[in-house]
């Protein structure tokens, strides 16, 4: 009777699978976001010291101005898939606004702004703080002193200089616009009273510009997240320049280098199309954890958006479900800073010559966060002549002052709707479902939070650039009207 070779044969299973793990180990130090009631009084105080820094120091308007113009906003949880889930507490803000608890404090020797919560039944003030610097937009500090980077002055590489409007900063006189126009602006400018000014183009020559009277051409204004758009031709411009191959490749962040991790399944298209499945788990005071995704928390944590984004967990299967985030955006732009500084390049000044600096866009800020990183997903500064000239490149497919910048088709792509659930294209929104009644279904927009829009209107070749100031409301009637007249009446 031989005997039997090899090792013995086991009985039980083993309590793990043994083969290679098929999805990596995952982000390191996966991000949890803190819903507890003090976190969110901090988030409520770090983004009015934000707003006020960005009224006063960055859109430069006088204090009693800013005062009028200010809206409380209570900090949100994130929500769920549904896109349901628990508010601000605004009435506990408001109330403490009415008790005198709120107090506001501008410093323009050091363009800083704190705003402190102070409420003996809660506990110890809240308070934060945000400064102003040059070309860094607005920084948002929360309970710390300064950042943690230096923001030293940024060299701007402007082009176009002495130059008529688009390529450069001098605007013919526009041509009075027609009566119908006249009644049509000034509707909306009665029913809209946050907005600063709205601006019709051509490729060539500014058509129309209002403003209101604490407005004016020279006021550089927020976008919100119409700075996606910004971060989605950047995008553009790289993979023109062959430093990205294809938006259909897996991203290529920093944190995602992992071969089997799950987040190499998402790719710079799905970052782009707010396809990327990202999220985090949400703990609340009462211990409970739901799942959380993340739409404002980068405009009221004081911390590093780029790192936090890339470790966000992926929370549904990466395209399959569209979920407006601000984390993919900002994965793009780790992206971004990684491929500038792999070669060599100052990141700051590298991103404004790739492309505001090209356009000419001297006004054009982009916030920084704590970090130093330019955030992504919003934030950016400009006038509506330089918002226009975003929308002028587009409607020249991608072509500047004869130098083409972006690929070939790369206009069609960012500006065509995904058709699976959203009108929602390459971060720009786009009219396939009749938002804008009177504009052609082909109509695009980049988009902010508080209806700033740059409308590409290629089949009529006009761009209009409108700003409205945060948690304004404003009249998108009366808008429609404006640029279904402009079509009309502007030959």
Known sequence: MSERVGPPISREDPIADRTPQPFGSGPADPIVFDASARAMRQRSVNFAAKRYVDMLYVSGLDRATADRHFRWRAAPVPAGLSGGGPGGDLAALLGAQRRGQLDIEADNGDYRVTVTW??????????????????????????????????????????????????????EPPQPPPVKLVAALR??????????????????????????????????????????????????????????????????????QDPRDIHRLISIDHLLRMRSGLGFPVRHDDGRITLGFENSAVYQDAGNAFDAAQRSIVATTPGSVFRYVNSGMNVLGAII????????????????????????????????DMAGNFIASGAGFATLRDYAKLGVLYLQDGVWNGERLLPEGWVD???????????????????????????????????????????????????????????????????????????????
């Open 118 to 171: 102070t409420d003996p039944e809660f506990g110890p003030p809240v308070a934060g703080s945000a400064i102003a610097r040059h070309n860094y937009g607005g920084i948002l500090l929360g309970p710390h002193a300064v950042p943690s980077f230096d923001p030293k002055p940024i060299a701007r590489q402007m082009q176009g200089g002495g130059h008529h409007w688009p390529v450069g900063e001098e605007v």
């Open 187 to 256: 509707a909306l400018f009665a029913s809209s009273p946050g907005l600063y000014g709205i601006l019709i183009a051509s490729p060539h020559r500014v058509l129309v510009e209002r403003y209101n009277p604490w407005s004016g051409p020279d006021r550089a204004t927020p976008s919100w997240s119409m700075t996606k758009a910004i971060t989605c031709t950047l995008i553009g411009r790289l993979i023109h320049d062959g430093w990205l191959n294809s938006v259909y490749d897996p991203a290529p962040a920093p944190l995602w």
């Open 337 to 368: 800073r990684d491929l500038i500084e792999r070669r060599g390049l100052p990141y700051h000044q590298t991103v404004y010559a790739l492309l505001a600096d090209r356009l000419g866009m001297a006004s054009y800020q982009h916030s920084a």
């Open 413 to 491: 792509y960012a500006l065509t709707a995904t058709q699976t659930g959203s009108s929602y294209a390459a971060c720009f929104r786009t009219n396939i479902d009749g938002q804008f009644p009177d504009l052609p279904r082909d109509t695009a927009w980049a988009s902010g939070a508080s209806d700033q829009r740059i409308f590409i209107l290629r089949k009529h070749k006009l761009t209009v650039a409108v700003n409205n100031e945060t948690d304004h409301p404003m009249d998108l009637a009366a808008l429609n009207r404006v640029i279904a007249t402009a079509i009309a009446e502007l030959k």
